[in-house]
Each structure stands twice: as C-alpha cells, then as structure tokens.
C-alpha cells in the first residue's frame, strides 16, 4: 500500500504564502496522479490542483492563479505552493494518490487569519 504525509501547514496572514508537501512511501509514485484537495467546517470538499504523471496540470477556480502544484519524483513527494492567501482559502488541506485505487493522506491544517 501507500502511505501520504502532508506538512507545511499553519498560521499566515492575509496576503502571505505557504508551501505544503505530501510525501509518498511506495513504488507507485511517478505512475501515478497527485491532488490537493480541500475542506473547510461546514463546506464540501474541494479540488485545488491536480498534476498527472506526464505533468498535466489543473487548478480550481478559486485558486487559479495563485497557487502551484509540483511534483519532483525522485523525492516521491507533490508541492503546493499557495501565495496571495485569504481568510477563505482557511481549510484542512489533504493529498491524494491515484493510480488503480485512490489514497489519502492525514491533512495538514491552513488558517488564514489577521
């Protein structure tokens, strides 16, 4: 199986930047599809970035523009550079892995706050 640890998460303020990571134990890595996802108290989960195994990229409209995902394979670990942030940008932030089967990690909390 697949285990994901997010970090990099934490208390910024309006305007500041955060840089996630989610690192990868497994072989499976370079084959597969990373994504961000999001979730704040009372919304349903949202889609940030995802980045394939070719590299292909796609963001969520909300942070288009602001945010950037990576993914450097010989680390086994995706990046979510986040600038610009906002009070509404607040959420747990989780990584996933897709390659026949989809896995999850633990989360890493982001608060937007003055």
């Known amino acids: 199986q697949v285990q994901l640890v997010e970090s990099g998460g934490g208390l910024v303020q309006p305007g500041g930047s955060l840089r996630l990571s989610c690192a990868a134990s497994?072989?499976?890595?370079?084959?597969?599809?990373m994504a961000w996802y999001r979730q704040a108290p009372g919304n349903q989960r949202e889609l940030v970035a995802v980045?394939?195994?070719?590299?292909?990229?796609r963001y969520g409209d909300r942070v288009k523009g602001r945010f950037t995902i990576s993914r450097d394979n010989a680390k086994n670990t995706v990046y979510l550079q986040m600038n610009s942030l906002q009070p509404e940008d607040t959420a747990v932030y989780s990584c996933?892995?897709?390659?026949?089967?989809?896995?999850w990690g633990q989360g890493t909390q982001v608060t937007v706050s003055s």
């Open positions: 497994g072989n499976i890595f370079s084959l597969s599809t």
């Open positions: 980045i394939t195994s070719g590299g292909s990229i």
């Open positions: 996933s892995l897709s390659w026949v089967g989809t896995f």
